[in-house]
């Protein structure tokens, strides 16, 4: 397969939670892939400003709150003229026992986890659907599919498996329309959702030694796994969950 097959030169990609970790990894390479993004997040963090500054033209920054998904998407039409790529990875996490979970964490877990890429996923399938191609990727987590330890996170769990089953049940629906729709799910990255579990001792220990491999991730492998899939490369690949977790969950 010739490398230029995970080329994206020319596309427009939308990527939720891009002012840091796994987004900002993937708004970073898609543009040396090509592309041209708009990236979203709660802040404009200084890993922003150097992507704008490094990428000038390329690049345009949008807070998410209080932009609707609506208003994302048509910002992405008005600034670059198309949408090509969706990437919904902006997440939250909470641990806690599950019979002292309240319903304000619940809810906020739900709204990040879930139900925002749902919106913004519907709004970006309707210029795709007009183009008559596109690629949604939802970042999902090996939560989705493992009781995580030594954490007690039902609600994230809960939330990473409604999202694989939705990239599951909208790929079927899409794939006649050339919408390829992916979910990648990550095991553990060093990032800033991951940083106070790294930085407890006995936290570390089990999730290094439940990880074959041995380490954890950093985000740039989590970004060249989102770029085959928003690629080319993997225009015969939809409706499936790729595992990128140094095997985490082979055992």
Same mark, same amino acid.
Request: net charge neutral.
């Given at each position: 397969?010739? #490398? ?7 596309? *427009? ?18 543009? /040396?892939? &090509?592309?041209?993004? #708009?990236? *979203? &997040? ?24 209080? !932009? ?11 600034? @670059? ?14 641990? &806690?026992?599950?019979?002292? @979970?309240?319903? =304000? ?5 739900? &709204?990040?986890n879930l139900i925002a890429p749902f919106r913004i996923a519907r709004a970006a399938v309707r210029p795709t659907l007009a183009q008559g191609a596109g690629v949604i990727l939802n970042i999902g987590s090996?939560s989705a599919s493992v009781a995580n330890k030594p954490q007690d996170q039902v609600a994230y769990n809960a939330s990473k498996a409604a999202v694989h089953q939705m990239t599951g049940v909208m790929a079927? /629906? ?8 992916? =979910?990648?799910?990550?095991?553990? %990255?060093? $990032?800033?959702?991951? !940083?106070?579990?790294? !930085? ?8 290094? /030694?439940? *990880?074959?491999?041995?380490? @954890?991730?950093?985000? /740039?492998?989590?970004? *060249? ?5 928003? $690629?080319?490369? $993997? ?7 790729? %595992? =990128? ?7």
């Amino acid at each position: 397969m010739p #490398l230029g097959q995970f080329r994206i030169d020319g596309k *427009t990609a939308l990527v939720t939670g891009g002012n840091r970790g796994i987004g900002h990894a993937i708004a970073r390479l898609y543009l /040396e892939a &090509g592309a041209r993004c #708009l990236v *979203t &997040g709660r802040s404009r963090t200084p890993q922003v400003y150097a992507l704008t500054d490094a990428n000038p033209g390329s690049v345009v920054w949008l807070a998410a709150d209080p !932009a609707t998904p609506d208003a994302l998407v048509a910002a992405a039409l008005d600034r @670059f003229g198309r949408l090509d790529i969706l990437v919904n990875n902006a997440g939250v996490a909470a641990n &806690g026992p599950f019979h002292d @979970f309240d319903d =304000a964490q619940l809810n906020h877990i739900m &709204g990040v986890n879930l139900i925002a890429p749902f919106r913004i996923a519907r709004a970006a399938v309707r210029p795709t659907l007009a183009q008559g191609a596109g690629v949604i990727l939802n970042i999902g987590s090996i939560s989705a599919s493992v009781a995580n330890k030594p954490q007690d996170q039902v609600a994230y769990n809960a939330s990473k498996a409604a999202v694989h089953q939705m990239t599951g049940v909208m790929a079927n /629906e899409y794939a006649s329309r050339n919408i390829r729709v992916n =979910a990648l799910a990550p095991g553990y %990255v060093i $990032s800033d959702m991951t !940083a106070g579990g790294i !930085a407890k001792a006995d936290w570390n220990r089990v999730w290094t /030694e439940n *990880t074959p491999m041995g380490r @954890f991730a950093q985000p /740039e492998e989590m970004a *060249t796994c989102a770029l085959f899939l928003c $690629s080319p490369a $993997s225009s015969y690949v939809t409706g499936t969950v790729l %595992v =990128a977790d140094g095997g985490y969950t082979t055992h």
